[in-house]
């Protein structure tokens, strides 16, 4: 049984910064990733990382402002998020996938697990 929980979040100003974590119970996955939903717009990948290291994807809007990463020992990954904007206000998603990862899996979000989501606002 995987379960993956989160924690981080919460409200900042604009240009402010917030830290997501997700913890992994259960047998690591190849690939995770995180995944953010505001009211009334579809999902949208907001990072992808194949464990142990491996290849990193960003969406467009976050690039140079988002980081994922990842610490095995503690089979956590975080998002670290700076310069945040309104438009990043939503419900932030950690999910986990046991198959291959490639690039196109911030587009396509197909994880096997999800976290419990954890909301992030960006007030202006």
């Known amino acids: 049984q995987v379960q993956l929980v989160q924690s981080g979040g919460g409200s900042v100003q604009a240009g402010g910064s917030l830290r997501l974590s997700c913890i992994v119970f259960?047998?690591?996955?190849?690939?995770m990733g995180w995944v953010r939903q505001a009211p009334g717009k579809e999902r949208e990948g907001v990072a992808t990382?194949?464990?142990?290291?491996?290849?990193?994807y960003y969406v467009d809007s976050v690039k140079g402002r988002f980081t994922i990463s990842q610490d095995n020992a503690k089979n956590t990954l975080y998002l670290q998020m700076f310069n945040l904007k309104p438009e990043d206000t939503a419900m932030y998603y950690c999910?986990?996938?046991?198959?291959?990862?490639?690039?196109?899996?911030?587009?396509?979000?197909?994880?096997?697990?999800w976290g419990q989501g954890t909301q992030v606002t960006v007030s202006s």
């Open positions: 999910a986990a996938r046991y198959n291959y990862c490639d690039s196109g899996l911030v587009r396509r979000l197909d994880f096997d697990y």
């Open positions: 990382i194949a464990i142990n290291d491996g290849p990193i």
């Open positions: 259960g047998y690591s996955p190849n690939c």
